[in-house]
Every structure is written in structure tokens, then in C-alpha cells.
């Protein structure tokens, strides 16, 4: 399961949506995400599944790593949507009821609906990382932040830093399977036992992982030392980000998006 994280990870390509501006490509995802919560009725997510989907083929990313990046997370959106079915009261009576346990036709509702907007969140951002490089990426959000700077904010830094972060993603999941895979030869049990017993079984894994990580981050930072980097201040950038007409079409089809939830937000109920 570690293996299938995918957020993180990069799949190189020829496609309209690998070929388009990086700062695009970032404002659209937080519109994206914004959306999500914008709509509030199940017709609306009608359009969210046409965009998302679309998005994927004219990609080209295969639907194998968006279903990859989904299983990590399944129970994670299984509790939520849990808990918010039994967590969220309604006016009329309840479908079910067993001791405590009450279950509303709204709780239903929100819980669908919690469910709906975890798994397409995890799919936008799963898009954005698998069709931009850590270089794209990262030139893309220091000119976002680049009018920060005026307040004293590093935005080169730290673009870099969130974006190194992010490409650690996949490296820390793959030396996490090694150092399982390691304990597990050596008899290490992961599988069976309470909660807290699998908890005590994870301190193995632990400690290694961090001690890994703390010698990549050093080897990181002696790497980009040797190549004289000095920060932001001076650098200057082989490929420059530029608009083209691919970007501005990607832009009207996501306010396009934006419109009809706003609009449906108002009219379905």
C-alpha cells in the first residue's frame, strides 16, 4: 500500500495539460478544491466528475495512478464519511436508531457528500503533482508568492522548501517499504495484534526512517552547496514561464465550472 501513494510523483508527457503554465496549473487546483465545497446538491457534482475526468484522458496519465493514489486514503474517507453520518442531526426522524447510534436522512447526506469531496480532492492534487515537474512546480509557486516579497516574504525559499517536501513524498514511502521489508525478514510482526501492539511495532521503522532522513536531507543541502546555490536572490532561469493560448482556455473552462456551481448552489436544492 505504501507503494501506491502516488501524490508526489511525476509521470512525464507530451499532453495539454503537462504543456500548460505551472501557476495555472496551481491556481486551477485551488480553484479546483474550492469548488468542491461550493457545490452542495449531487447534480452539481455531475459537472465536478465530467471536468475531473476529462481532465484525466486529455492527460494521458493512465487511471492506474489515480487508483493507486485513492487506496491509501480509502479508509481515511471511510471514517470520515462514518463519522459525519452519525455526527450530523436532522429535523425529520431518524432512518435508524440503535442504543446511541442515530442515523438521519441529512447525516446520509452529508457523509456522501464528505466522501465525494475527499476522493476528488485527492484526485486534483494527485493531477497537479503527477503533470508538472519539481522545476515547473517550483517556478511556478514562487511567482505566485513573488508579490509577497514586498512584505519580506522568501518566496523562492519557500517555494523550494514546499517543493522538496512534496518530491520527499515518494522517496520516504519507497525507504519505508525497505525498512519494513527489512524488519519483517528479521521476524518483525506487523499485522497482528491490537492497536497499541501494532503502534509499539512501528517504533522499528521509526527510528531508522528518521535517521535516513535526516542523511538525505544533509547530502540535499551539501549537493546544492557544491552547485553554489545561494537562494532566490540573482538566480536566473533557462525556460521562462510565458501564458499561451492553451492557458487561457484551460482558465475559461474552469471558471465555466466555477459558474455553473455558483449557479447551481442557487437553483438546486
Not at 446511541?100 to 503533482?129: D, H, K, N, P
Request: net charge positive.
Amino acid at each position: 500500500m505504501i507503494k501506491d501513494i502516488t501524490i508526489g510523483q511525476y509521470v512525464p508527457g507530451n499532453s495539454f495539460i503537462h504543456k500548460l503554465d505551472p501557476r495555472v496549473k496551481i491556481l486551477i487546483s485551488l480553484i479546483y478544491i474550492v469548488d468542491l465545497f461550493i457545490v452542495n446538491s449531487f447534480k452539481g457534482y455531475i459537472f465536478i466528475v465530467v471536468f475531473t475526468v476529462f481532465s484525466i484522458l486529455i492527460s494521458k496519465v493512465q487511471f492506474v495512478y489515480i487508483y493507486k493514489g485513492l487506496k491509501p486514503v480509502f479508509i481515511l474517507v471511510l471514517i470520515t464519511a462514518v463519522l459525519n453520518m452519525f455526527m450530523t442531526g436532522g429535523v425529520n426522524p431518524p432512518l435508524f436508531k440503535w442504543k446511541f447510534l442515530v442515523v438521519y436522512r441529512e447525516g446520509l447526506i452529508m457523509a456522501a457528500f464528505m466522501a465525494i469531496r475527499l476522493i476528488f480532492l485527492i484526485i486534483g492534487t494527485s493531477l497537479l503533482t503527477l503533470t508538472t515537474s519539481p522545476i515547473e512546480l517550483t517556478d511556478g509557486i514562487e511567482k505566485l508568492l513573488n508579490p509577497l516579497k514586498k512584505v519580506g516574504v522568501p518566496a523562492h525559499e519557500l517555494a523550494m522548501m514546499m517543493t522538496i517536501a512534496l518530491r520527499f513524498i515518494p522517496t520516504l514511502m519507497d525507504e519505508t517499504d525497505k525498512i519494513m521489508k527489512a524488519q519483517m525478514a528479521r521476524g518483525a510482526d506487523f499485522q497482528s495484534g491490537s492497536i497499541i501492539q501494532r503502534a509499539k511495532s512501528l517504533v522499528p521503522i521509526l527510528v531508522p526512517l528518521f535517521i535516513s532522513s535526516f542523511r538525505r536531507a544533509d547530502e540535499l543541502a551539501m549537493a546544492m552547496e557544491a552547485r553554489c546555490y545561494r537562494g532566490g536572490e540573482g538566480r536566473t532561469r533557462m525556460k521562462q514561464l510565458k501564458l499561451t493560448n492553451r492557458d487561457f482556455v484551460a482558465s475559461a473552462c474552469t471558471a465555466a465550472l466555477v459558474f455553473i456551481s455558483v449557479l447551481g448552489r442557487m437553483w438546486w436544492h
